[in-house]
């Protein structure tokens, strides 16, 4: 009878330790598109890979759906934003710190700023390759777009008018498992919110 019972509760514990951790594999949700099936455009298929060039990028070869620039539950809830002309700026692995090509395009950027959209809302998005945590990805992406929100404070730009978001790994500019594609994706990005 003791026997049974410790098996018992042994096969209890287990079938909880893996339904808790399989409960902790998606940290963060990612957003789901939410499009009317009228506003869907026709998108053309894929090339199949042989036809493909060598020179051709990554993000050429990413799935057709992600072509369509439908709207997000996000950007639902954002104001619409401004199309503009900002440069991203890239980060080394596993850093927030400014290079010297960064300081560079922040230059161009807060010169943009200043004299195009002097009274507008800014908002740095950070982002980081896929290696790391969510939760990890996410502080590190909120401390690059800190970075380059107090660089371009700086050079006069109005610290009411810069926001920071981070999107941590959830908003990979390039699909990729390799040092080329991750490069890509550690960057902060910038957007004029009305």
Do not use: H
Request: aromatic share 6%; glycine share 4%.
């Amino acid at each position: 009878m003791k026997k049974s019972m410790v098996t018992l509760l042994a096969a209890l514990s287990m079938v909880s330790l893996l339904a808790a951790g399989c409960a902790n594999k998606e940290a963060v949700k990612k957003e789901e598109a939410v499009v009317p099936p009228a506003a869907v455009e026709k998108v053309e298929p894929a090339k199949p890979a042989e036809e493909a060039k060598p020179a051709e990028t990554a993000t050429e070869a990413q799935p057709a759906q992600e072509t369509v620039a439908p709207a997000t539950t996000a950007q639902a809830e954002q104001p619409a934003a401004v199309e503009n002309n900002f440069e991203t700026v890239y980060f080394d692995f596993d850093k927030s710190d400014l290079r010297q090509d960064a300081r560079d395009i922040l230059s161009k950027n807060a010169e943009l700023i200043l004299k195009s959209f002097p009274n507008a809302k800014i908002q740095i998005a950070g982002n980081c390759d896929e290696r790391g945590s969510a939760e990890y990805n996410l502080a590190l992406g909120e401390r690059r777009a800190k970075s380059a929100q107090k660089y371009l404070i700086t050079l006069g730009v109005k610290a009411e008018n810069l926001s920071t978001i981070s999107y941590g790994k959830e908003k990979p500019a390039v699909v990729g498992n390799d040092e080329a594609a991750w490069a890509k994706n550690r960057r902060d990005e910038f957007v004029v919110i009305k």
